[in-house]
T-cell receptor, first 113, second 116 residues
Framework: GENVEQHPSTLSVQEGDSAVIKCTYS??????FPWYKQELGKRPQLIID?????GEKKDQRIAVTLNKTAKHFSLHITETQPEDSAVYFC????????????FGKGTLLTVNP | DTGVSQDPRHKITKRGQNVTFRCDPI?????LYWYRQTLGQGPEFLTYFQNEAQLEKSRLLSDRFSAERPKGSFSTLEIQRTEQGDSAMYLC??????????????FGEGSRLTVL
C-alpha cells in the first residue's frame, strides 16, 4: 500500500518568514495530493491540493509543488502569520477511486510573533 | 451547523467494555469515512462507505471493530472488548460521490476514546 513520509516533524519560524514542508510517497499510481491543516483541538481542514497533471498550484500565500518523477511534493507558505501555527498533514490518494487518503505524520508549525 | 457531527466527543471506558460512536455526515454527501488518529500521527484510514455499502476496510480494523451505515445516512463505529491500544481520536469524514467530487474530505471534530 501507499506510504507517505513527511518532514520536518516540527518547524519554528519568525512571523513574515517562509515555511516549507516536504513529503514523499511510494505508490506511483497516486495522483491526488491534498494538504490539511489541523489547529489544536480542531478538525483537519483542506487548505490546498494538487493533481498529477500539474506541477505547481498557488492560492494566495500558499503554494504546492509536485515532482512525480521523484515522487515528492511540498507545501510552501510565504509571509507566515501567527494564525498559520497548526499541524499540517500531507496526503496521497488515487483520484477517481474512493479517495482513501494516506496521511503523513504531520508537521507542527509554530510562527513566532 | 451543517458540517459533519460526531457523538460523543469524549468517551472514557474501562478495558473490556464496548463503545459506540456516531457520525452524521453532511446531508448531500454519500461517501463516509472513518479514520483513527493517535498523538503525533496523521489520521489512519479505517473504513469507507458509499451510501449504505461498506466498500473497504483497513487491516487495522480488527474483528472487534464494526461499522454500519444503515440507510446511507448516519454511521456508527462500535468497538467491542476495548483494549488500551484502542485509545485514540476517531475521526469521521464525508465527501460527495463521483459526481461533483473534488476529493475534499470534510472531517468532524472527532470522538476521543480513553480506555483505562
Amino acid at each position: 500500500g501507499e506510504n507517505v513520509e513527511q518532514h520536518p516533524s516540527t518547524l519554528s519560524v519568525q512571523e513574515g518568514d517562509s515555511a516549507v514542508i516536504k513529503c514523499t510517497y511510494s505508490d506511483s499510481a497516486s495522483n491526488y495530493f491534498p494538504w490539511y491543516k489541523q489547529e489544536l483541538g480542531k478538525r483537519p481542514q483542506l487548505i490546498i491540493d494538487i493533481r498529477s497533471n500539474v506541477g505547481e498550484k498557488k492560492d494566495q500565500r500558499i503554494a504546492v509543488t509536485l515532482n512525480k518523477t521523484a515522487k515528492h511534493f511540498s507545501l510552501h507558505i510565504t509571509e507566515t502569520q501567527p494564525e498559520d501555527s497548526a499541524v499540517y498533514f500531507c496526503a496521497a490518494s488515487i483520484e477517481g477511486s474512493n479517495y482513501k487518503l494516506t496521511f503523513g505524520k504531520g508537521t507542527l508549525l509554530t510562527v513566532n510573533p | 451547523d451543517t458540517g459533519v457531527s460526531q457523538d460523543p466527543r469524549h468517551k472514557i471506558t474501562k478495558r473490556g467494555q464496548n463503545v459506540t460512536f456516531r457520525c452524521d455526515p453532511i446531508s448531500e454527501h454519500n461517501r463516509l469515512y472513518w479514520y483513527r488518529q493517535t498523538l503525533g500521527q496523521g489520521p489512519e484510514f479505517l473504513t469507507y462507505f458509499q451510501n449504505e455499502a461498506q466498500l473497504e476496510k483497513s487491516r487495522l480494523l480488527s474483528d472487534r471493530f464494526s461499522a454500519e451505515r444503515p440507510k446511507g445516512s448516519f454511521s456508527t463505529l462500535e468497538i467491542q472488548r476495548t483494549e488500551q491500544g484502542d485509545s485514540a481520536m476517531y475521526l469521521c469524514a464525508s465527501s460527495r460521490g463521483l459526481a461533483g467530487n473534488t476529493g475534499e474530505l470534510f472531517f468532524g471534530e472527532g470522538s476521543r476514546l480513553t480506555v483505562l
